[in-house]
């Protein structure tokens, strides 16, 4: 894989993670505040994760 290649798809993955963290951050808000911090990390875990 090229180093461009590379680059576009993490940028996809990273965005389809941020929309994810959003979705979550949303439904938290209408359920309650304690799922979404659980979410929230578990995603932010999963995010860091791509990043190494």
Known sequence: MSEATKNIFFHRQ???????????????????????????KKTFFLFNNHQN
Not at 20 to 35: D, F, L, S
């Open 14 to 40: 990273k965005h389809k993670i941020l929309t994810n963290i959003e979705r979550i951050i949303h439904v938290g808000k209408q359920n309650n505040k304690n799922k979404t911090k659980k979410a929230r």
